[in-house]
């Protein structure tokens, strides 16, 4: 069972920067894994922030381009979301995501306050 644990989360002023790290244990095919960060503020459902996949291809919500940048160390077995020019609207509880053949693992989250 692949465990994803999330970290980096914190308060920070807007315009500020955080960034967000998905650490996974027990995936010995890590690389061969697509990886993803989703955000889910109360009252909204979770949504993508962006993907990335085994390829090193990526993907990223219109509402973050530009913004934030999202990487993996396949030896590390790590990805990481860097987030700059926060905003208010970035609130959320963040969380990263797994799959591969078929099925999905996802980690507890970690919260991301922009705030004054």
């Known amino acids: 069972q692949v465990q994803l644990v999330e970290s980096g989360g914190d308060l920070v002023q807007p315009g500020g920067s955080l960034r967000l790290t998905c650490a996974a244990s027990r995936s010995s095919l890590y690389r061969l894994y697509d990886m993803a960060w989703y955000r889910q503020a109360p009252g909204n459902q979770r949504e993508l922030v962006a993907e990335?996949?085994?390829?090193?291809?990526?993907n990223y919500a219109d509402n973050v381009k530009g913004r934030f940048t999202i990487s993996r160390d396949n030896v590390l077995k790590t990805m990481y979301l860097q987030m700059n020019s926060l905003k208010s609207e970035d609130t959320a509880l963040y969380y990263c995501?797994?799959?591969?053949?078929?099925?999905?693992?996802w980690g507890q989250g970690t919260q991301v306050t922009v705030s004054q």
């Open positions: 995501k797994a799959a591969y053949d078929g099925r999905t693992w």
């Open positions: 990335i996949f085994r390829s090193g291809t990526t």
